[in-house]
């Protein structure tokens, strides 16, 4: 009698604490109970519209709305699904949010220096592998763009390049993108970006730490830094 009172009352507990949370995630290892009773809880708290389902295993708990629970923030769902540092946005996302370019993409595109997750509604992951210093140095949003606008300059880039150019340089001296963590991490980006990486170093009056980044060959460097003409 007693274990079977004990049942019925841990998910009558797990749910309630479920319900008195607000803007938080929950996984099965967050609550108490066997396998099959945390599954049947929270499948039912889907079914009730008390929680939102965000993929296998990874439930939400946010404001409900006349047409159901509201999803999570797109910050708060790449840390959940993409944790740690380097992780950053690229592509249009990292443009638009560097104020370099007013187009705005439908899916916000994520870099991740690792294997990326599967991609997930409003979030496209995308791997750089390679890029492994960029966790190692600890870069945070606003310098993994940075890097990311530097290796997509032509096509990501709206503004003529002298105002982005210039928007990048003040980023830098700002400290908003901390110079000695980007070129830590410039060692492992591909050729192309370092060669406009060393460019924007030594622009910034950081030459001191250009020493750092690999530098291409000559034709690379040629090639990578020709639409920086009249501007670097």
Known sequence: MSTATRDRRTPARERERI???RNRFWRPEDLRGSPSTKQHL????????ELRRIRRGLYWRGRKSPLGMAPPPTD??????APGPGVGPAGLYAANLLRLSTQVPRRAEIAV???????LGSIRFVARPARTARAKAGLNQTEVALLEVLASWESAIEL???EAWARLLELVASGAARADRIARAGRTEPASTRARLRELLRAAGRGDLMNQIPEPDERTKANATRVLENVA
């Open 19 to 21: 319900l008195r949370s």
């Open 42 to 49: 929270l499948a039912d708290l889907v079914d009730d519209g």
């Open 76 to 81: 708060a769902l790449i840390a959940q699904l």
């Open 113 to 119: 220096p690792t294997r990326a997750p599967e991609s």
């Open 160 to 162: 003529p390049p002298s």
